[in-house]
């Protein structure tokens, strides 16, 4: 099991940094180690006296090591500024002065990096805390060397900076890890109040008990405590902090509603499904965490190149100062291999990656798309063909789509002792009362279209489901029971009800324009059709285009009918693969890859489940199923498929300011690595360079964060 930070909660690698009590707590950096037992993120009245005390001692630390910097600058100026190219100079007076800012600076910087150096040591792993344990620690060295001597280079400003700009940058990463984390958990957060169980035993319980099978009355302005469906009321519900959709939907007996989402203007009776960490805020925590602890293929390159970076900067500096000596003596090759060994730190590297996917995702994060890792975020850039779902993922089945159709005339069979067929909103109300305890998304269409003609539906009794078929139940009409029934001819095969030529007639011109007709039979006749039709969803086209704007190749890959696949396919002007088994999904995809490239499979259904694992990329609808979740890399929990899109535009732009870093990285330590062993770079220089690269690559990585999201 990996262990996560105690600051920021993401996955500790590579042993972690302890803290004062190993025992206690565990952190990813020192950064995070850092910002906790400085109460950086606590409110001022929360903090305590001895994170207060951290604090000043790393304000001062750091305010030192500038002072050390500037006085260290003056103090050649005071042999002309030239005095940094000679090698021997009498350590005077001024030099033993600058021992006073410089030592406190060092114990207070150098001490955690080389604990941390020393504990990645003895569990054999060579990490950037070694590397700059080693240029401290050399130029700490030279320096002492020279202090004993009474005259040689004073280094005690290299040493200082090179701390300082470490423990920084280790700040800000954490910072941004802590910015991050903070979004995931602000969604698992539900607020410390009661709620009133109506049943199984009616009282007032906190949130934390609430157990699976509970009814629960939620008042408006209340946060749900855990994943449910409603089973009585209606209410506005605040989804932001879950979906990043600003607009509040509204929830109706049979909708879901989700841990952490608030209920705004009406009080809800919500039946509970799932509390604790099978509620969807705890999966999407759970995803979140596996999204930072698997690195992308990039960093675990990088990973590779820091194994043989640090002893190849050994015998390198070992190499140049053998060298040197023979043809200099010794100051100059000390100077020169110090210089070594100093540009070869590579702040910038242990920023270069994690920082730019960090704001990335954290970005996507605040917009309602969770990635399940950097190395899913990277592929996208690299897709050249998305395939969509239809059902549920391009359309919908949702009113106002829902008709009531008749022929005209409508037949009336024999036995039906003269009762006239009901109105088409008697003919909802029936159809609603035994919908209404069923989840398939028929049901909840018809259902919906009942509630938004705000009808009084009753209740059904003797609910049975007929698979395949439809639903059939009990319903009282008029004061007498009814048999009801909804679904398609084998229904009507199952209640022994026989439909007059001219209802088949009909059901046949509905179907074949795309829609869905369902037969609903009253005891021992049809009484009317009720067509459910889907639509595009809302930003369908607009995310069609802009993916064929980008030169992706798209394509509908389905299920459903071909006339209804077709219909789609017509309105978006995509070509529509229909009737295709979840088996024949996968084949369509590796078919996409051959001729395209890498590519992503969008859906929402069980049957997309395997398509979303053979899919380079699999993107899921967070309303969909669960195993289709679970089987995708990036989850969309904003509706508004205009994100997707936009989640490659962000991909893109992650992957090109990823390799603009590694490129500056890279190319700056190679030249400075080449002027160092030619003997042309002055330590205080090299420092300087990789503080300016930083600062550079640090500025690059935040533009990951600064792209639009759609709006409107």
Sequence with gaps: ???????????????????????????????????????????????????????????????????????????????????????????????????????????LLGGP?????????????????????????SAVGVSAVSYLRGTGPIYLETAVMLLALYTLGRYLTARTKGRTSRVWRRLLEVPDTTYQRLAPDAGEVSGDAVRVGDRVRIRAGDVVPADGRVVEGRSYVDASSLTGEARPDVATPG??????????????????????????????????????????????????????????????????????????????????????????????LG??????????????????????SGRSLLTLAEVEAVAFD??????????????????????????????????DDAVLRRAAAVEQGTRHALAAAIVEEADARD?????????????????IGTVTIDGLPRRVGVGNEALLREMEVSAAPEWKTHHKEVTETGATALYVAEDNRVVALVAVEERIQPHAGDAVNALQDAGCAVQILTGDRSSAAQRLADALALDA?????????????RSLREAHGPVAMVGDGINDAAALAEADVGVALAEGAAVSIEAADVTLYNPDLRLLPWLRTLATRTRRIIHQNLAWTFGYNAIGLGLAVCGLLHPIAAVVIMTISSLIVTANAYRAKRLAVPQG
Excluded at 257 to 268: E, K, Q
Excluded at 297 to 315: E, H, K
Excluded at 366 to 371: A, D, I, P, S, T
């Design 255 to 348: 909708a879901p509603v989700y841990a952490g989402t608030s209920v705004l203007d009406g009080a809800l009776t919500v039946a509970v499904i799932a509390v604790d960490q099978d509620r969807r805020l705890a999966q999407v925590e759970q995803m979140m965490r596996r999204a930072l602890q698997r690195p992308p293929r990039i960093a675990r390159l990088t990973d590779r190149i820091m194994r043989w970076l640090i002893p190849g900067v050994v015998v390198l500096a070992l190499g140049t100062f053998g060298a040197w000596w023979w043809m200099a003596g010794f100051a100059k090759a000390l100077y020169v291999a110090l210089s070594v060994v100093l540009i070869t730190c590579p702040c910038a």
């Design 455 to 471: 009808l009084d539906v009753p209740a059904a009794t003797d609910l049975r489901t007929v698979a395949g078929a439809g639903v």
């Design 113 to 137: 990096v080389l604990r941390a150096a020393w504990r990645d040591l003895r569990d054999r792993h060579l990490s950037l805390n070694v590397l700059f344990a080693l240029g401290t620690s």
């Design 390 to 423: 239809k059902t549920g993922t391009l359309s919908s089945i949702a009113a106002p789509s829902v008709r009531v159709l008749r022929p005209d005339p409508a037949p009336v069979p024999a036995g039906s002792h003269g009762r006239a067929n009901p109105t």
């Design 351 to 372: 920023i270069a990656i994690p920082l730019t996917l960090v704001q990335a995702m954290g970005h996507a994060a605040r917009q309602g798309v969770l990635l399940r």
């Design 577 to 589: 693969d229909a009737t295709l088994s979840p088996g024949d999904k996968t084949d369509r995809l």
């Design 1 to 107: 099991m990996p262990t996560f930070c105690d600051h920021c909660g993401l996955p500790v690698t590579d042993g972690g940094i302890p803290g004062e009590d190993a025992a206690d707590a565990h952190y990813c950096c020192y950064g995070c180690r850092m910002l906790d037992e400085t109460g950086a993120d606590a409110a001022d009245d929360d903090a305590s006296s001895e994170q207060q005390i951290l604090l000043i001692r790393l304000f001062a630390g750091v305010l030192m090591a500038g002072f050390v910097m500037a006085f260290s600058l003056a103090i050649s100026s005071g042999y002309g500024f030239g005095a940094l190219q000679r090698l021997e100079h009498d350590v005077s007076t001024a030099h033993w002065v600058l021992l006073i800012p410089a030592v406190p600076a060092l114990l």
